[in-house]
């Protein structure tokens, strides 16, 4: 496996360490081809069907998440309308995807390697003893909930930690707090209560925290709103006791869109780990090496081949952590909360607030016709649910407001009016005629300069059957 150890190293000593294994065949195949062709322009034109050159690697620095760099015309490309006089391209082999990814395929997806001695420690203190446990969190969406994968089993997620256990150490236990169609503007407000207060077993030195979490939110869009909500997303899990291993895991859709350009300068900023599934199989689908129908079974989730490539790059960084464990060393610096944020820090101290977690900040002072608790199936089964229109009132302490509202198929869920402090701020449509499931819409319906109370309001036509369903208020 392989990862390279600065950015600026992509052809240098990462090249040689992934390569090492090969020399021999590749001399013995170019004494080959040198007998047979006895020309240099015929074996100019015999390289390795499946890497790539620099131009065809998308840089770090110029990552899109809309667009890879092959699908960008390439300025010096002859004019298709002049006489052909140019070398014909290269023979593309194709790959076959159930065998993993491609030696290439992992280099480009390991495009920033950050500091890896938090992970180092994480995997000293588990090969010291079995009975130190490595508690491992993933905190995605659906595909790090295991979407795509015909089971659990080939999820990613059950992949990797399967792998730990029979290579690294056996004390190892998972927590996947990932729940599909969501984002990181919701994570980093449930951050506090699914992710810092987990159950973990074998504290480190008596305090509790995940030892490795591993973060993921294709559904972010590539905005500066997105860039503010996974700072401080990955400013909270730095600062936790532990100074656990932090991860940034980026998928893509089959379009090349994902969010990769401002997560990748949040792990930049805090120089932590960052892995482009995308910059792995989207240059090899623009060449035609295989589809994108080999790698999954709709326009986002990793089928079992996808997930199992996504396994396979989290295992490669870990064994280029052990095999580099010397030079990269254990000592941690632990994270200080007071630094500097390219943001500001805007949801450093984000929650979320619900009927069975509430908090002093969120007061209902009239539920109104908001009484009921609906027993939905997502993973807040703690909703203010009315089934005839109506309104409910709150207290909330925030400078920031946001709501996360439940929408169905069914046709019964209702458009909702919400007011902050009597002005009318947002309509929350609850109804999602013919759409993939019901799913937790999440809306920011309020930003102010200060903590300070407001009166907020969410109302619909009273008397009419209509549902709706406030599942959490997340404020900061």
């Known amino acids: 496996m392989l990862l ?39 074996m100019s034109a015999c390289g390795d069907s499946n890497s790539s050159s620099t131009a065809d690697t998308p840089s770090s620095s110029e990552a899109d998440s809309s667009l890879t760099d092959s699908s960008t015309p390439d300025a010096s490309a002859p004019d298709s309308s002049a006489p052909d006089s140019s070398t014909p391209d290269e023979p593309v082999t194709p790959i076959d995807v159930t065998q993993g990814a491609t030696d290439e395929m992992l280099e480009r997806a390991y495009i920033y390697n950050g ?41 990613y997620a059950t992949l990797f930690y399967k792998w730990w256990s029979d290579n690294i150490s056996v004390g190892v236990q998972q927590f996947n707090e990932s729940i599909g169609a969501t984002d990181s503007y919701l994570a980093v407000h449930r951050f506090q209560g699914d992710v810092a207060e987990l159950d973990c077993m074998d504290w480190v030195d008596g305090i509790q925290s995940p030892d ?52 990748l300068e949040i792990a930049k900023k805090y120089n932590i780990p960052f892995i482009s599934y995308h910059d792995a199989v989207m240059p090899e689908i623009e060449k035609g090496a295989f589809a994108w129908e080999d790698i999954s079974n709709d326009t986002v989730h990793p089928n079992d081949a996808g997930h199992a490539m996504i396994a396979q790059m989290l295992e490669g960084l870990v064994n280029y952590t052990i ?4 030079t990269i060393g254990t000592e941690v610096t632990p994270f200080d909360p007071s630094s500097e944020s390219l943001t500001g820090d805007k949801y450093a101290n984000a929650e979320r607030s619900d009927r069975k977690r509430p908090l002093d900040k969120v007061v209902c002072t009239d539920e109104g016709t908001f009484t009921k608790n609906s027993g939905k199936q997502w993973p807040y089964i703690n909703d203010y649910a009315t089934y005839n229109g109506g309104s409910t009132t709150w207290e909330i302490e925030a400078k920031n407001i946001g709501i996360a509202y439940y929408r169905t198929t069914n046709g019964l869920t209702g458009k909702a009016t919400v007011t902050v402090d009597g002005v009318e701020v947002a309509t929350l449509d609850g109804d999602f005629p013919g759409g993939w499931g019901n799913y937790a819409a999440i809306c920011s319906v309020y930003e102010g300069e200060e903590v300070a109370k407001h009166t907020v309001t969410v109302s619909l036509p009273e008397g009419e059957a209509d549902d709706f369903y406030i599942l959490s208020w997340l404020i900061s």
Request: net charge negative.
């Open 212 to 263: 490795i979490i591993i973060i993921e939110y294709i559904n972010d869009a590539n905005t500066e709103f997105y860039k503010e909500t996974m700072e401080s997303l990955v400013r909270k899990a730095l600062a936790l006791p532990g100074d656990p291993a932090v991860i940034i895991l980026e998928p893509t859709c089959q379009d090349g869109s994902s969010p990769q350009t401002q997560h």
């Open 323 to 326: 095999e580099n464990m010397d």
């Open 115 to 155: 500091d890896l001695s938090r992970l180092a420690a994480v995997i000293s203190r588990a090969q010291a003893d079995v009975s130190n446990i490595t508690n491992i969190c993933y905190f995605g969406d659906s595909i790090s909930a295991g979407s795509g994968a015909k089971n659990s089993n080939k999820a």
């Open 4 to 42: 390279l150890n600065q950015e600026a190293e992509r052809g240098g000593e990462f090249s040689a360490y992934f390569n090492e294994r090969d020399v021999l065949m590749k001399k013995k195949l170019f004494a080959y081809l040198c007998a047979l062709c006895m020309c240099g322009s015929v």
